[in-house]
């Protein structure tokens, strides 16, 4: 992101003023990896606490109704935080990708891509496709497209997305999970995403019923 600051200084001498206009561009280039990891580690987190709910080791100490009550509560939490985490991680993924002008929701982009710079956070790949990078690796779509593997990788799975961020072609999943362990987040996000619309709905599925129910005279 560049951000701009505008400095008016004025400087007197002893038979005249003068005035300066300064202006700071600043640019921050972590904004997008700080935002994925946050967001990744609150993701795992959650996934975490939604599942090991299962894996609790019991003990004949404590009561199994309050066992069942811890269990339901961090069951609540875990998805509850996830559905917030995910949505948080959504609009912040489609401001900055606006804002820095390879992503455009609702048209065309407004700048031109490089074959070199990631669409997602704007920054030049160093690595190519076929390499193996000792810090990060590069992914390429379908549509030729290439990205940082973490960028494109929480562009899709955190960020909710499933067209590339440039051209919005669909992304083929099963092209990004290299381990079959990886597809847990995958599946979790669906979960998390059927518990939104779950939430969102019930209000109306609940009001169509008790109003199929008044209207056949049901109790």
Not at 82 to 93: K, L, W
Not at 194 to 205: D, E, H, M, N, T
Request: hydrophobic share 45%; charged share 20%; proline share 2%.
């Amino acid at each position: 992101f560049d951000v701009t600051f505008d400095v008016t200084l004025d400087v007197t001498f002893d038979s005249f003023d003068v005035t300066f206009d300064v202006t700071l561009d600043v640019t921050f280039d972590v904004t997008f990896d700080l935002t994925f990891d946050v967001t990744f580690d609150v993701f795992d987190l959650t996934f975490d606490v939604t599942f090991d709910v299962f894996d609790v080791t019991l003990d004949v100490t404590f009561d199994a109704e309050d066992l069942m009550d811890v269990g339901v509560i961090m069951l609540f939490y875990g998805l509850y935080y996830g559905v917030m985490g995910r949505d948080f991680a959504e609009i912040c993924s489609d401001y900055m990708a606006s804002t820095i002008g390879y992503y455009n929701k609702g048209g065309m982009p407004s700048r031109s891509l490089n074959d070199d710079i990631c669409a997602v956070c704007g920054q030049r790949i160093l690595v190519d496709v076929d390499e193996e990078g000792f810090i990060e690796d590069t992914f390429q779509l379908s549509c030729g497209h290439i990205f940082h593997e973490f960028c494109i990788r929480g562009w899709c799975i955190v960020g909710k997305k499933q067209t590339c961020p440039y051209c919005n072609e669909k992304v083929d999943m099963k092209t990004m999970m290299n381990n079959p362990w990886e597809k847990t987040h995958v599946l979790y996000g669906q979960l998390l995403d059927w518990l939104r619309y779950l939430v969102a709905w019930q209000p109306v599925i609940i009001g169509v019923v008790h109003g199929i129910n008044f209207t056949l005279g049901l109790e």
